[in-house]
């Protein structure tokens, strides 16, 4: 954890991480990328927070989506990353992607809620907010 970090800097590198894992999704797939542009700040503990946000990914409806969830597992299995797989509740296929050493951030890649969709929900590194900056509503 970078002590010096802010919550501006967490969350654009969050979202970078966001757009890098999109990007690895073959291009004639996609149909769209939509990158909330606000998300919440989540207590990491008593004084600091991390930044969640989200991307969704539509895809053309012929595309097998566990197979492209698989890629980006393979993908951050080399270098930098801890990668897990597991199957959510509903029985599909979810990759989790965490740089090494650290608890705080992270990506889950999983079929979206809606056919036909990838969504990537990330979690910044830990940060300490400013004093008198009130951690709740959008950030």
Known sequence: MNAELT???AKAHTQAMELEIAALIPKEAVISIDQ???GVLLSCNKT???WNGSTTITVTGKTKI???LKEVETHYQIGKYEVGN???IRGSYE???SPHNTSDENYIVAEGLA???IR???GSPCFTLPEGIYPGGDF
């Open 86 to 88: 597991r199957l959510d």
């Open 48 to 50: 600091q927070h991390s």
């Open 7 to 9: 919550w501006q800097q």
């Open 66 to 68: 566990e197979p492209i």
């Open 120 to 122: 990537i929900d990330s």
């Open 95 to 97: 990759v989790q992607v």
């Open 115 to 117: 056919p036909h969709q």
């Open 36 to 38: 909330k542009k606000k």
